[in-house]
């Protein structure tokens, strides 16, 4: 049974930083894409980043190119996001999401993801 459970939102300041977590169960990020996405309020759910495990590739949103790092632990199948720079557009809830893919050539569309976890709720704000 796939299962992700995201954790390490927060509050917190403009400028600042912080690691989001996305911890995978019921299939292994040693052989399949992972990608992270928000949903800020009123919006529709986009896609931040992602790691292709066929090449180890990642992609990028144009927002998110330069401030954010995905990187992908696959001893303790773990995906993170490092966020710093932050801005208030980043409020959003964050959720890792995957088609089991093994790898994508680019940054995908959310609808196209089938599975998700519940999401982790990142606010920046002085």
């Known amino acids: 049974q796939v299962r992700l459970v995201e954790s390490g939102g927060g509050l917190v300041p403009p400028g600042g930083s912080l690691r989001l977590s996305c911890a995978a169960s019921?299939?292994?990020?040693?052989?399949?894409?992972i990608g992270w996405f928000r949903q800020a309020p009123g919006m529709e759910r986009e896609g931040v980043a992602c790691?292709?495990?066929?090449?180890?590739?990642?992609y990028y949103s144009d927002s998110a190119r330069g401030r954010f790092a995905i990187t992908v632990d696959k001893w303790k199948n773990m995906v993170y996001l490092q966020m710093s720079v932050l801005e208030a557009e980043d409020t959003a809830v964050y959720y890792c999401?995957?088609?089991?893919?093994?790898?994508?050539?680019?940054?995908?569309?959310?609808?196209?993801?089938?599975?998700w976890g519940k999401g982790t709720l990142v606010t920046v704000h002085s």
């Open positions: 999401a995957t088609d089991l893919a093994s790898g994508w050539d680019h940054l995908p569309q959310s609808g196209a993801m089938y599975y």
């Open positions: 019921g299939f292994t990020l040693n052989d399949h894409a």
């Open positions: 790691f292709s495990a066929s090449d180890g590739h990642t």
